[in-house]
């Protein structure tokens, strides 16, 4: 990972990567873009726009991802025409956005989203009003709603391979930034000082990680360079826009990288800071749990199967719950409550960092609480069990606590063999547990099964 990191200690650009005046233009020939490859409603905004006597291109990730023969998960168009003034060339034009408005043109069930070409926000210097300032005392941009020139859109864009405009119409590429020979080396490299655009946005840093992730790149070294003393940053980041950027994170199928790339850099401290300090203190075990969930999230992504945050978020922050159990049982509170307790004020401290909808605190909690009552087996406990609604998310979580070296006595093999058994010999695995006094929670005798089951049954873990 530290290889694929830094693989750009060998870059020969210079330190800061400043803009050109004049784009480097790339002309059909010296690229391998082709229109056709691009949404035809894209396409067609783009023409009408230009018919019309405004600048537009083809912008960003669209641009970047087809450079990478990756098939983009939507295609925006960058304009010199207001919102406005794009709205009254399409019937179909809906402005949306307060802070800066944005066009969404609908073509059916594809969106493509159009924006006027934006300017930093002028400095502060002149500002009498402390109230209207762009930026807070770090530094960090609180207003960036200004309309400017092509040149102005694409500094202010934050990486170079993100600064690349194409124009269909042409089909030539301007590139303001030296994103191509970025791309063509794999490379994410911030345009402008790197310290200076962290602290305009400490998002941004975390933005570095999920492109390196995701399209297998190498942070260039002086990108990365400010990180770790940056990192703590985050925490001035609204907990709402956190919570959209780890979905951003750990659900776009390269989590796993992700996770290694966060703890390598000192952002998941930030993020998860009672799941940092179990790190720190039990690294083998919150390791290999954290990145079986994610290794199991990435694979259901690939597989188009379902995924929900509870499970995910269930899964990053367990790790740090079992101290805080044990410390309310040795109060002499029973299990399930000291679970719930634990639980409840973990949630209660994350939420404080990322706001996790209650929508998904709920299922997650019920998570945890599964993990108490899957050993309570006794009588028509199981049964009652497997009925429950959250008995597969649960069942899934103790599979991949076992993974993660837990020692269960056995009890994901158990429900396993319970799942699959008939009515009498589920009734004969109640009997094999015998009178316990925590309620039958004994090891199981073993039944005969077919090999390879339990790995099958915990395939869909990651929470449907």
């Known amino acids: 990972m530290l290889k694929k990191l830094f693989q750009s200690f ?4 210079r330190r ?17 873009l082709q229109r056709a490859q691009f949404s035809r409603y894209a396409v067609n905004i783009v023409e009408r726009l230009q018919n019309a006597g405004y600048q537009a ?3 960003g990730g669209c641009v970047r991802d087809m450079l990478l023969n990756i098939t ?6 960058a304009t010199s025409a207001t919102p406005e003034q794009v709205r009254a060339e399409f019937r179909n034009a809906r402005i949306i956005g307060r802070r800066f408005k944005l066009v969404h043109i609908h073509f059916g069930r594809e969106i493509i989203e159009v924006a006027t070409f934006r300017a930093n926000h002028p400095q502060d210097d002149e500002e009498e009003d402390s109230n209207q300032s762009s930026r807070n005392e770090s530094g960090r941009i609180l207003r960036d709603n200004v309309y400017g020139t092509l040149e102005d859109d694409a500094q202010r864009r934050d990486f170079t391979i993100n600064a690349l405009y194409y124009d269909p119409v042409s089909e030539r590429i301007l590139d303001y930034a030296n994103g191509v020979h970025d791309i063509r080396n794999r490379l994410i490299r911030l345009i402008g000082d790197p310290t200076q655009r962290y602290q305009e946005d400490p998002v941004r840093m975390l933005r570095a990680v999920r492109f390196a992730a995701k399209l297998n790149f190498g942070i260039e070294k002086h990108t990365a360079l400010p990180i770790r003393g940056l990192a703590p940053m985050l925490r001035e980041i609204p907990s709402a826009r956190l919570f959209e950027e780890v979905l951003k994170l750990f659900l776009s199928g390269y989590a796993a990288d992700t996770f290694e790339m966060l703890v390598d850099l000192e952002l998941f401290d930030p993020l998860f800071p009672a799941s940092a300090e179990a790190l720190e203190h039990n690294p083998t075990y919150t390791h290999t749990l954290i990145s079986e969930a994610l290794i199991n999230t990435d694979l259901r992504i690939k597989q188009n199967k379902p995924v929900t945050p509870a499970f995910l978020f269930a899964a990053l922050l ?5 101290a805080r159990v044990l410390r309310l049982q040795a109060q002499g509170m029973p299990p399930i409550p000291a679970m719930q307790e634990a639980a409840h004020e973990l949630i209660s401290e994350q939420c404080q960092r990322i706001a996790i909808p209650k929508r998904f605190t709920l299922p997650i909690r019920e998570i945890w609480d599964m993990q108490e009552r899957l050993p309570r087996r006794s009588g028509k406990r199981a049964d009652a069990l497997l009925d429950n609604p959250r008995f597969r998310a649960g069942y899934d979580f103790l599979l991949l606590r076992e993974s993660a070296g837990e020692q269960t006595d056995g009890l994901g093999e158990w429900w396993t063999d319970y799942q699959d058994a ?3 010999e589920r009734r004969e695995m109640i009997r094999d547990l015998g009178s316990k006094d925590d309620g039958g929670s004994g090891a199981p005798r073993k039944r005969r099964r077919s090999s390879g089951a339990k790995r099958k049954r915990g395939a869909d873990g990651a929470g449907e």
Request: proline share 13%.
């Open 422 to 424: 008939n009515d009498s």
């Open 318 to 322: 367990w790790p740090a719950l079992p």
């Open 57 to 59: 291109y083809l912008v």
């Open 10 to 13: 060998r870059s020969p650009l």
């Open 16 to 32: 800061t990567q400043h803009l050109r005046s004049t784009p480097e233009v790339l002309n059909s020939g010296q690229h391998s």
């Open 72 to 77: 983009p998960k939507d295609f925006d168009v």
